[in-house]
């Protein structure tokens, strides 16, 4: 029997840990360093750098925040090649187990157990896909059901095809982009099933992955039946109705060896939970003020396990500010006011205001709205109002507004909403 | 025959419907573009559309057994297929560096295919 080699603990002093080297940690680790920052360690439990975006190797990554469409490694590499820069270092293959009191980290990698005491830490766990027992599909288990990220890995990391008759459940951006890419390798992509009357991911990925190669899109529809011995022999979908029940008669069958679930993704914060983080239940992630501050002091939280962004360009907005105020450590919290999400809008980022100043707000909206009049609202009285192109639950708004000193002081709270004029 | 048409712009996540007159020589934007981005872009969709094309290409002896790729420029929309046909041939060896042409004037196109990824060996 091999002889267990006893390893020691290895204690680490930084300013600022960084849970996750995916988008969110990389934006967060250069503007903590661009702040004056010096000693910043990146943990992460894969043996590369990068996170997601390495296995994104489609465009339309960074077009907002640099003005060209870059592939998900390309925008990566413009981070990691910051970083090596400024010295960030990083700890790949490194799993962290818990964050304990007085912000130490314990983690674990081949070399040993950790114990890293930190300033400040940021939380950029990312987040993961809901899976075939989110939405609970009855049926046989088969092999064959892949969540569409984890179709990505296998197909863009390690060349491994993952079937030849493909249906897909769900029309986030994920797996339209998946239809095109299994369409690009050979394979026949039958179509894309959706249980809302509309496509769930961005209109420019439903015109370049599917109306470019015909692959039809069942709105309404969703799949009701998985049946296979061993791998996966069809899937039965169905038309439904506004209360979501299936409409008797439209069932059918459809022939295929593969399903990818492309049904939406979660924060991922259990760290955060048993760091003793309050979660916001809407968002699936940290409470947080205008600082990324989570409500243990000196714990921050960016990126997607904060909440699920559209596109990494505002990610990266919100994960710099992080890093920047990670750096100057907890805000005294004289006094907190709350944002509360008002009419039309199903939560609003940050939920706290402890500092006046500018302050980078994020919302969704419950509803499309044609013509969508954005308000804020404070002792029922508007101190902002802005027209809005337009609203629509699977794009993010986002926008600036001043808090002045009084707000902070005379308030308790204020309020942010959305009508339709 | 000259048509109006919708063109739903993917320059940006916003996706701006974009009403165009064309009779396949000439294009009119009518309404619904709120840039210049979008305004070519949906003129250059009605008279020769063309599409950015990412793909991987096999590596002999890397870290990973791929290298992810895109084309230098968008490539003609009815060339796509005979371009990936080209990409699937291809083998190259490690190391890659990120922006190496890895085919030049892939499908007749007089575009690159180039990498998008570093592969150490």
């Known amino acids: 029997m091999a002889e267990l080699e006893r390893k020691k603990m290895i204690n680490l002093n930084v300013d600022i840990a960084i849970i996750g080297g995916g988008p969110a940690g990389l934006a967060a680790a250069v503007s903590a360093y661009e702040n004056g920052a010096k000693n910043i360690i990146v943990l992460d439990r894969n043996g590369w750098i990068g996170g997601i975006l390495t296995q994104c190797i489609h465009d339309g990554f960074g077009v907002e925040e640099t003005g060209i469409s870059l592939t998900g490694p390309e925008y990566a590499d413009m981070y990691i090649k910051k970083s090596q820069k400024y010295g960030i270092k990083f700890m ?90 299994l369409k690009f390798e050979g394979a026949n992509v039958i179509g894309v099933v959706e249980i809302l009357p509309h496509a769930s991911g961005l209109p420019r990925n439903v015109v370049q992955c599917l109306d470019d190669y015909d692959i039809p899109l069942y709105l309404n529809h969703t799949v009701t039946y998985i049946k296979g011995r061993e791998r996966l022999e069809c899937v039965t ?40 983080v309050e979660i916001d239940k809407v968002t699936g992630g940290p409470i947080v003020s205008q600082s990324f501050e989570t409500t243990v002091p000196g714990i921050f939280a960016c990126g997607n396990c904060l909440q699920v962004y559209d596109t990494v360009d505002l990610l990266a907005i919100d994960a710099k500010k992080a890093g920047e105020y990670a750096l100057n450590k907890t805000i005294t919290q004289d006094k907190n006011i709350t944002i509360q999400a008002g009419e039309g809008v199903r939560y609003v980022i940050p939920q706290i205001i402890n500092k006046p100043g500018k302050i980078h707000f ?25 027209k809005l192109p337009w609203a629509n639950p699977a794009n993010m708004i986002d926008f600036y507004l001043d808090i002045s000193k009084e707000i902070i002081n005379n308030k308790d709270s204020i309020e942010v909403s959305l009508n339709d004029k | 025959m000259t048509n109006e048409k919708d063109i739903t712009c993917i320059v940006c996540p916003i996706g701006c419907k974009i009403l165009i007159k064309t009779n396949g020589k000439q294009c009119e934007i009518l ?28 590596v002999n002896n890397g870290e990973w057994p791929l290298v992810s790729v895109k084309s ?50």
């Open chain 1, 92 to 181: 790949n293959e490194t799993m962290v187990l818990q964050i304990g009191r007085n912000k130490t980290i314990r983690a674990i990698n081949k070399k040993g157990l950790f114990d890293i005491k930190a300033k400040s830490i940021i939380l950029a766990m990312g987040c993961r896909e809901k899976t075939r027992w989110s939405v609970l599909i009855p049926g046989d288990r088969p092999s064959g059901i892949y969540t569409a990220g984890v179709a990505q890995a296998f197909i863009n990391l390690y060349n491994i095809m993952v079937g030849k008759n493909v249906v897909i459940l769900g029309s986030g951006d994920i797996g339209l982009i998946m239809a095109r890419r």
């Open chain 1, 237 to 276: 979908i169905a038309q439904i109705d506004e209360k979501r029940n299936i409409i008797k008669g439209t069932e059918r069958e459809i022939k295929c060896d593969t399903l990818l679930l492309s049904l939406g993704l979660i924060p991922e914060n259990e760290l955060s939970m048993k760091a003793g």
């Open chain 1, 362 to 386: 994020t919302l969704r909206v419950e509803k499309k709205m044609k013509t969508p009049m954005l308000h804020v609202i404070s002792d029922k009285k508007k101190i902002f109002k802005k």
């Open chain 2, 31 to 58: 309404k619904g573009s709120k840039c210049k981005k979008g305004t070519d872009y949906a003129r250059n969709e009605a008279l020769d559309p063309r599409r950015m094309l990412t793909s991987s290409i096999l």
């Open chain 2, 72 to 121: 230098s420029k968008p490539v003609p929309k009815g060339k796509v297929f005979s371009v990936l046909k080209e990409i699937k041939k291809t083998k190259v060896n490690a190391p890659v560096k990120s922006g190496q042409i890895i085919i030049k004037n892939v499908a007749d196109t007089e575009i690159n295919i180039l990498a998008t990824k570093s592969i150490k060996k």
